[in-house]
């Protein structure tokens, strides 16, 4: 195996771990309230906390590792996640269970976001753009495989092993780490560990208007997955009236898409100009987004003809985020670890919100999820336009 597809797949895999851990324990979310006495919306909560988690320390995993190396800050998350797991699956009540996801989600995110800029280091333009999708191809496998697997572990073993799951590959992927991973930021071009240097450089990514809309795009790009993946118990077996080893319904065409998406991006890469992909991709998921409304507001929602347009709009979506990546990343070459953080924590605060506030008002109504699904493509368009009309002003003042 050549040296540039052994990092692709470690890449994948530390970025698949925190949502195969979102995804393997939703179909056990039943027995984890029968078993605590814990309503469904106590049990989302063990989601929502997660994510809140993954959110904020997504706000300092790139700015340690810009001071300390990507290296050593993903092997150390490795370990907190792995404590992490082995609390969840020994958890003694529903209070433990809660402290316990916080720290996974906590460490969860580290390998994404120091990842991503562990690429921005090594490769640039349409070699960085190719091997993010080809990251992301790999990556899409976690969604489609971890209910399933999810969900016959409940079934066979209890909701405790598919945290003891989590404990065995969060150990492979340790050791395969420190034997593979490469160090890519030397020593001489570290940010110095400073307050003062911290928050400034903070401050000078928040006061760009062009990057904060841009990861704005980013997330809201990903909300309409993110709303199907928080509502998945509810769109499965309370929608469709499928049994919980049926999750597959939802995540194979939202993970097809996203493979097929990814490959499209990696073959045009250096073809086709960055913009053009994206425009053409938020274009695939607009469409999306459109024929899911039409669809609740005329039929009644059955498979499987109520996944078509998920498969559709994860398409688009996989298209776009590749290139949205690199061109985010590339505003900030200096301190590509802090910009990572920032559209990594904007991008799961999103993903909480939806989980914990809007999921729970619209997993009940096929049409209410569609008619959520079409209002984040349309404010990834709108906040991803205004960012590159922001762009286009500076240019003639800067030059």
């Given at each position: 195996m050549t040296p540039l597809r052994t990092l692709t797949i470690i890449l994948a895999c530390l970025a698949m771990l925190g949502p195969f851990a979102t995804d393997a324990y939703l179909p056990s979310f039943l027995s984890i309230g029968d078993e605590f006495g814990a309503s469904q919306a106590m049990v989302q909560q063990t989601l929502s906390l997660y994510l809140t988690g993954f959110a904020v320390m997504s706000l300092f995993w790139g700015t340690l590792s810009d001071s300390f190396g990507r290296r050593p800050v993903i092997i150390a998350?490795?370990?907190?996640?792995?404590?992490?797991?082995?609390?969840?699956?020994?958890?003694?009540?529903?209070?433990?269970?809660?402290?316990?996801?916080?720290?996974?989600?906590?460490?969860?995110?580290?390998?994404?976001?120091?990842?991503?800029?562990?690429?921005?280091?090594?490769?640039?333009?349409?070699?960085?753009?190719?091997?993010?999708?080809?990251?992301?191809?790999?990556?899409?496998?976690?969604?489609?495989?971890?209910?399933?697997?999810?969900?016959?572990?409940?079934?066979?073993?209890?909701?405790?092993?598919?945290?003891?799951?989590?404990?065995?590959?969060?150990?492979?992927?340790?050791?395969?780490?420190?034997?593979?991973?490469?160090?890519?930021?030397?020593?001489?071009?570290?940010q110095p560990f400073k307050l003062g240097s911290i928050l400034r450089n903070y401050l000078k990514?928040?006061?760009?208007?062009q990057f904060v809309l841009a990861i704005?795009?980013?997330?809201f790009a990903f909300a309409g997955f993110s709303l199907y993946i928080s509502s998945a118990a509810s769109f499965i077996m309370g929608i469709l009236k499928l049994p919980e080893t049926a999750f597959g319904w939802l995540f194979i065409p939202f993970i097809t898409g996203m493979v097929g998406g990814a490959m499209i991006n990696s073959r045009l890469a250096g073809r086709v100009r960055a913009d053009v992909m994206i425009r053409v991709g938020m274009l695939i998921m607009a469409t999306g987004g459109v024929i899911n409304v039409l669809y609740n507001l005329i039929w009644q929602a059955e498979v499987p003809w109520a996944v078509i347009p998920i498969f559709v709009y994860a398409l688009?979506?996989?298209?776009?985020?590749?290139?949205?990546?690199?061109?985010?990343?590339?505003?900030?070459?200096?301190?590509?670890?802090?910009?990572?953080?920032?559209?990594?924590?904007?991008?799961?605060?999103?993903?909480?919100?939806?989980?914990?506030?809007?999921?729970?008002?619209?997993?009940?109504?096929p049409l209410l999820l569609a008619l959520g699904m079409a209002t984040s493509s349309a404010l990834c368009i709108g906040f991803w336009t205004a960012s590159q009309a922001v762009a286009l002003r500076r240019k003639p003042s800067e030059a």
């Amino acid at each position: 195996m050549t040296p540039l597809r052994t990092l692709t797949i470690i890449l994948a895999c530390l970025a698949m771990l925190g949502p195969f851990a979102t995804d393997a324990y939703l179909p056990s979310f039943l027995s984890i309230g029968d078993e605590f006495g814990a309503s469904q919306a106590m049990v989302q909560q063990t989601l929502s906390l997660y994510l809140t988690g993954f959110a904020v320390m997504s706000l300092f995993w790139g700015t340690l590792s810009d001071s300390f190396g990507r290296r050593p800050v993903i092997i150390a998350s490795l370990v907190l996640f792995g404590i992490g797991s082995v609390g969840s699956a020994l958890a003694p009540s529903f209070g433990w269970l809660l402290f316990f996801r916080t720290m996974q989600g906590c460490s969860a995110g580290a390998g994404r976001v120091v990842g991503q800029a562990l690429v921005r280091d090594r490769f640039h333009g349409a070699d960085a753009q190719r091997l993010f999708a080809n990251i992301t191809m790999v990556f899409s496998l976690a969604p489609a495989i971890a209910p399933v697997i999810g969900g016959y572990l409940n079934n066979y073993a209890g909701w405790r092993s598919t945290f003891g799951l989590l404990v065995i590959l969060t150990m492979v992927l340790l050791w395969v780490c420190v034997r593979k991973l490469p160090e890519s930021l030397p020593p001489e071009a570290r940010q110095p560990f400073k307050l003062g240097s911290i928050l400034r450089n903070y401050l000078k990514a928040l006061r760009s208007l062009q990057f904060v809309l841009a990861i704005l795009g980013v997330g809201f790009a990903f909300a309409g997955f993110s709303l199907y993946i928080s509502s998945a118990a509810s769109f499965i077996m309370g929608i469709l009236k499928l049994p919980e080893t049926a999750f597959g319904w939802l995540f194979i065409p939202f993970i097809t898409g996203m493979v097929g998406g990814a490959m499209i991006n990696s073959r045009l890469a250096g073809r086709v100009r960055a913009d053009v992909m994206i425009r053409v991709g938020m274009l695939i998921m607009a469409t999306g987004g459109v024929i899911n409304v039409l669809y609740n507001l005329i039929w009644q929602a059955e498979v499987p003809w109520a996944v078509i347009p998920i498969f559709v709009y994860a398409l688009g979506m996989s298209i776009v985020l590749p290139s949205m990546t690199v061109m985010v990343l590339g505003i900030f070459p200096q301190m590509r670890g802090l910009a990572s953080s920032l559209q990594s924590s904007v991008q799961m605060t999103i993903f909480a919100s939806v989980s914990g506030l809007v999921a729970p008002l619209l997993f009940d109504s096929p049409l209410l999820l569609a008619l959520g699904m079409a209002t984040s493509s349309a404010l990834c368009i709108g906040f991803w336009t205004a960012s590159q009309a922001v762009a286009l002003r500076r240019k003639p003042s800067e030059a």
